[in-house]
């Protein structure tokens, strides 16, 4: 076996696992590759208003994570980039990575003289398609590497007016994929989750109404960043509120959906109806509830929603939300009742779970997923955060910090 102690690790995905798992292994002493497929890293994270337990802005902790990795001269961040093929050999792996096509490039100073001439809109992803940005733009306001993106596909023929506006010459319209090929000591995987779909759960309203949202949509809906300017309103006619029900394990720990419990649904619920009550004091908030899922020092901000004046945490399943005129109709399982109870809310709120997102990622790289689509390691291949199982950010870290070290193991014994 040939000793190849310097091939690097490399970490797929750059949310809080991935970058995590990065930058340990690399203050260890290790070289590492850091692949995203998005344009810039933070992940589901920065999505986010506000983080429990301390609910400040994800953009805190992200902040010191990048001035890490733009010092660690150990790392080497790919961005816009996703890997296609892995084969094992004697040293590790052979993988090959295929850059997405770089229409803006690293020249780019972010001046933003290109976004005012584009006359092409998208649905920004961003947002979650909640509103509409230009074709050429930030990704997003804590965006890092801090470099403009383009959706080529968006553009009318002939356009080239951000291409003249660019005076840095970032802009290559005529951009192409690119491959390289990378032989890497270890990999793990840390490739995080999506939100299970709303328009799966038509009978608590999902996809039925426009005042049924997701609990990610929430989030953009109260960020500064998002498609309200962070005003909490129903997306049907732009009011505010006057009463929001939260249905927690929508689509969870049910067979015919999740049938796993995502770990932070309830707390990001609790967390909204912080939200709700900050911005609309005189709102009325029920949170209905199976179990009430709130472990260590986070049971915390469960007293705190619960002392709330206008708050009520309701032990009930809402097996129906139906449209009601201009507000929503629910049906409620009242397990403390003993019987069926009728609601009425303007806005709701389907506390939907995480679904790992390893999908093409498992084939790729040969990787085993339990029932549940979760990662199961092998000897040489880590997986990390999500993609291992439901946990929060503060597990998530803990999580990759164990993965960086055992990446390291196994890249150690494969040289
Ligand atoms: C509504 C809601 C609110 C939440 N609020 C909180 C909170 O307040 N506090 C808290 O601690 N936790 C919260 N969480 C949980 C938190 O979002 C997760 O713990 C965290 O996102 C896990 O990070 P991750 O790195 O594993 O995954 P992600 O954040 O999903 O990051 C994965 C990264 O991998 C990239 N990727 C995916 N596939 C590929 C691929 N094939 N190639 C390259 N890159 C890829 C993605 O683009 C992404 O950047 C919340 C969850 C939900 C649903
Ligand atoms: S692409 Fe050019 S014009 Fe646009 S922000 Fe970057 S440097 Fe400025
Ligand atoms: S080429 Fe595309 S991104 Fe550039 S200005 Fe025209 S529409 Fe916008």
Redesign the pocket.
């Known amino acids: 076996m040939t000793a190849t102690p310097s091939r690097p690790l490399l970490v797929?995905?750059?949310?809080?696992?991935?970058?995590t798992a990065a930058l340990e292994a690399a203050e260890a002493g290790r070289e590492v590759v850091l692949?995203?497929?998005?344009a810039c890293?933070?992940?589901?994270?920065l999505r986010?208003h506000?983080?429990?337990?301390k609910?400040c802005p994800?953009s805190c902790g992200m902040e010191i994570n990048t001035r890490r990795l733009e010092r660690n001269p150990r790392v080497r961040v790919v961005t816009g980039?996703?890997?296609t093929g892995c084969r094992a050999n004697a040293g590790g792996y052979e993988v090959t990575i295929t850059h997405a096509p770089a229409y803006v490039n690293d020249r780019c100073t972010a001046c933003g003289a290109c976004t005012p001439v584009c006359p092409a809109r998208v649905k920004d992803p961003f947002n979650l398609d909640m509103s509409e940005v230009p074709a050429v733009r930030l990704p997003h306001p804590n965006a890092w590497p801090k470099r403009f993106v383009l959706d080529r596909q968006a553009c009318p023929s002939g356009c080239h007016a951000c291409r003249d506006a660019c005076t840095y010459d970032a802009i290559d319209l005529d951009a192409g994929e690119r491959t390289e090929t990378l032989q890497a000591g270890a990999v793990v995987l840390?490739?995080?989750?999506?939100?299970y779909p709303l328009e799966r759960l038509p009978e608590v309203g999902g996809g039925r109404s426009p005042d049924v949202i997701?609990?990610?949509q929430?989030?953009r809906l109260a960020a500064p960043a998002g498609p309200t300017g962070g005003k909490i309103v129903r997306p049907s006619d732009q009011q505010p509120p006057k009463r929001v029900a939260f249905v927690q394990c929508a689509g969870s720990r049910d067979v015919n959906h999740l049938p796993y419990c995502?770990a932070?649904?309830c707390?990001?619920s609790l967390?909204?109806a912080i939200y709700v009550k900050e911005q609309l004091p005189e709102a009325e908030v029920t949170i209905y509830y199976i179990d009430r899922r709130t472990p260590g020092r986070n049971e915390e901000m469960l007293g705190r929603v619960a002392a709330m004046d206008g708050v009520r945490l309701v032990k009930g399943k809402v097996a129906k939300v139906e449209p009601n005129g201009p507000g929503l109709a629910l049906r409620v399982e009242d397990a403390q009742a003993g019987r069926i109870v009728h609601a009425e809310a303007d806005l709701v709120v389907l506390?939907?779970?995480?679904v790992p997102?390893?999908?093409?990622?498992a084939r790729v790289f040969g990787l085993a997923c339990d029932d549940d689509g979760f990662g199961v390691e092998n000897s040489g291949i880590v997986v990390?955060?999500?993609?291992?199982r439901p946990?929060?950010?503060?597990?998530?870290t803990r999580d990759?910090t164990a993965a960086a070290a055992r990446a390291c193991v196994a890249a150690g014994r494969s040289a």
Request: charged share 15%; hydrophobic share 45%.
């Open positions: 797929v995905g750059a949310g809080i696992a991935g970058i692949v995203e497929r998005d890293v933070g992940g589901r994270v986010n506000h983080y429990f337990p609910l994800p980039a996703q890997v840390a490739t995080g989750w999506d939100p997701s609990n990610v929430m989030e995502s932070v649904c707390l990001a967390k909204q506390a939907t779970g995480m997102s390893l999908g093409d990622g990390a955060g999500v993609a291992h946990e929060d950010v503060a597990a998530s990759a």
